[in-house]
């Protein structure tokens, strides 16, 4: 966990879990999944009903999810934390079966507390010869879309050229999480399908002011 400000609610607060994807009930499949909030306020959220890593914030591959199993999870962790910046990167294909094709799912976190802005960077090595990456994205409230950018609670998402939105609705079924997050939460997908192998892709979290 990172703030922008230490010991205040200012700015972004940061979490990322690595770990293993435990089996049995309860247990989610959600190795690297992260959270965000700016200013005390949820802007990707993990919203704890449901165990697939599809409903956090967390990439689909070829059509597949994480599995579960202690063989399943994030590896090659590594962490850093100064005064000017938060780094966390990890691999994640392990926590894919191998129907997945993926041979390396390199997911690294950066939190900037000089600009004041969090960037995530999926770098991925995929060996089918056509490939799908879906990166999902859960948020509290439904995030206005703006050409390449979501916006939410004084925060812009930005991403590059090639990836394609979508929005869908996830209802909420358990009371304590309506009383947490009302009814339902949404979650945008941003799709790239191509003949693509070796890539990655940038995301930026920054202030919209």
Known sequence: MARSQEDSEGGFLLYCKGGVNESGAGF??????????????????????????????LPTVNGVNQSAGWGFGAFDVTARLDRDRAVVSMDLARAYDRESGASTLQRTLMLERNGN???LVEAFDLNRPENRVDFHFIFPDKPRLSGQSALIHGVSMSWEAGLSPQIDEIR????????????????????????????????????NE
Do not use: M
């Not at 909030?37 to 993990?46: G, K």
């Open 28 to 57: 989610h499949r959600d190795a690297g999944d992260f959270v965000l909030y700016h200013n005390a306020l949820p802007v990707i959220i993990d919203i704890g009903q449901f165990e697939g890593s599809e409903f956090h914030n």
């Open 117 to 119: 802005y969090v960037r």
């Open 172 to 207: 909420l079924t358990e009371p304590y999480l309506i009383q947490q997050w009302g009814e339902s939460v949404f979650r945008l997908t941003l799709s790239v399908q191509d003949n693509i192998s070796h890539d990655q892709f940038t995301f930026i979290f920054s202030e």
